[in-house]
């Protein structure tokens, strides 16, 4: 299984933005689907997006999310981002990349190599 570095937590302010990185050393995660997925303290993880590389194609968990949130890939650095602009405090959470072989899925369950997170947090 590859092996999932997250990256680009901070905190920041609301209205704020913030890029997550996801890096993965293996050749199958250039042709996997990647989801981020983020967990506020307490609650259960959810997923947010998922990008299906091969395919160039996305995922949003809601237009909430589409309006605010970009998920993207650079196949030469083999990373898979997630720009998130206009922060508010809800977003703060624990973020997680996890993939899996294609077609994608928003079931958590499906996604066997995970990162160990990267934290977000939105405050004024």
């Known amino acids: 299984q590859d092996h999932l570095v997250e990256s680009g937590g901070d905190s920041v302010r609301p209205g704020g933005s913030l890029r997550l990185s996801c890096a993965a050393s293996?050749?199958?995660?250039?042709?996997?689907?990647v989801g981020w997925f983020r967990q506020v303290d307490g609650k259960e993880r959810e997923a947010i997006a998922l990008i299906n590389r091969p395919a160039f194609a996305t995922l949003y968990s809601s237009d909430a999310i589409k309006a605010r949130f970009t998920i993207s890939q650079d196949n030469v650095k083999n990373v898979v981002y997630l720009q998130m602009n206009s922060l508010k405090p809800e977003d703060t959470a624990m973020y997680y990349c996890?993939?899996?072989?294609?077609?994608?899925?928003?079931?958590?369950?499906?996604?066997?190599?995970w990162g160990q997170g990267t934290r977000v947090t939105v405050s004024s």
């Open positions: 996890a993939a899996k072989p294609t077609p994608c899925s928003m079931r958590l369950d499906e996604y066997g190599a």
């Open positions: 293996g050749e199958s995660y250039r042709r996997s689907c």
